[in-house]
């Protein structure tokens, strides 16, 4: 899940936060709204390293050798990206992300928390999930980090069920391609069993369940070609991903019938 800053004017105390692991806009029994943001500052740590921040709780620390651990191995993209660890408290979500509201108005080097619910190992979760989770965190800071603070602003769609729906698929999309995908749907799995009832409907909307987790890996063995294809084209459901095998075909043909016919400059 991710916690933005929204900006709408002037500078609120309101943010949508990404968890799962999504987006906090909303109570699971609730209309969507924007949910109070909280937001830590610790700026003597090094910006190349994964900090403890708040506190050094157990959960933390196994959080933060998980993360350093995923970071190290499929992300080299966030190797300098100043990340922080801290925990948080919820009934229906276990991991988000925020990024520092400060440091965004100041204009300065941003920074960006991953947040965990001790809950998520009090109630078992499987390391390979937590692993996959944590994939799917750090695709949200790929994605913030990234971005201008204008481009952050867009953030506010959010709001939107569908939009957050993509947002959040499209993570998951991202950790299942680095190679994440039987962790994710093993977190699934247990995420099912851990929620209340009222959050189930919503999680099972914003996110892969595991057998379309199992689905895209298939399709991806046989055609990995098909992945920008999905990245430009987020698959909702099983049906779109196997349409989206033959959407991609009929692409490729196109831009391959395009180079053909491309007129080419002649030397003299």
């Avoid at 390293?49 to 959960?59: F, L």
């Amino acid at each position: 899940m991710l916690a933005v800053v929204v900006l709408v004017g002037s500078f609120t105390a309101t943010t949508p936060a990404f968890c799962d692991a999504g987006f906090d806009l909303s109570s699971p029994t609730s209309s969507p709204r924007i949910t109070d943001v909280n937001l830590w500052e610790n700026n003597s740590r090094s910006p190349s390293t994964v900090a403890i921040a708040e506190d050094d709780q157990p959960s933390v620390r196994r959080a933060t050798t998980l993360l350093q651990d995923v970071r190290s191995a499929s992300f080299p993209e966030l190797a300098h990206v100043d990340i922080q660890v801290r925990p948080f408290q919820s009934d229906s979500d276990y991991f988000r992300t925020r990024f520092s509201l400060s440091r965004y108005a100041s204009l300065r080097k941003m920074r960006f928390y991953i947040e965990v619910n001790p809950r998520v190992f009090e109630r078992g979760a499987p390391e390979a999930g937590v692993r996959a989770i944590i994939a799917h965190e750090l695709e949200h800071v790929l994605y913030l980090s990234r971005r201008n603070r204008i481009g952050l602003l867009l953030l506010g769609r959010l709001a939107s069920a569908d939009y957050r729906m993509r947002f959040e698929r499209g993570a998951d999309l991202g950790a299942i391609a680095r190679g994440y995908g039987d962790g994710l749907s093993q977190y699934r799995a247990w995420l099912y069993r851990n929620v209340p009832a009222g959050a189930l409907k919503e999680k099972r909307r914003d996110y892969y369940s595991p057998d379309e987790i199992a689905a895209i890996e298939s399709v991806l063995k046989k055609q990995p070609a098909v992945l920008p294809y999905w990245r430009q084209h987020i698959p909702k459901n099983l049906a779109e991903i196997q349409n989206g095998v033959r959407a991609s075909n009929r692409l490729l043909k196109k831009e391959d019938k395009r180079t053909i016919h491309e007129p080419t400059q002649n030397k003299h």
